[in-house]
């Protein structure tokens, strides 16, 4: 947007050193809270996934008198979905919505899906 507003169709504006500086530190800086939150929620995934397993792993080995008592089934199921949990920051960078909308427009996003799609096979 900040690139689109600059754009000279709007205003005869010029395009000083500084200001691409400004754009492109700001962009930097964009991308590299994308990578910090996605790297920081994966480690809060790891570890809440080894927290787990060892906690299901003491509550198989513990004999409870009775089902109720003995939270395993529960924790399995749990555990499974975290597993599985495929939202948010924990979504793979190129299934990314933001990335999406960036490359629908272009026809990048074809191209970006059989991209993927043949690296899958």
Partial sequence: MLLL?????????????????????????????????????KQAKRTAEESLTKK?????????????????????????????????AFVPFWENPVISAVFVPSGGMTVLQVLIWFMGR
């Fill in 56 to 88: 299901l792993k003491h509550l198989q080995a513990r004999i409870a008198p009775s089902p109720e008592q003995n939270d395993a089934p529960q924790a399995e199921q749990l555990l499974e979905e975290i597993r599985e949990l495929r939202r948010g």
């Fill in 5 to 41: 507003a600059r754009n000279s169709w709007w205003d005869c504006w010029s395009w000083p050193v500084a200001l691409v500086l400004i754009f492109g530190f700001n962009f930097a800086l964009a991308i590299a809270s994308v990578v910090i939150l996605q790297r920081a929620a």
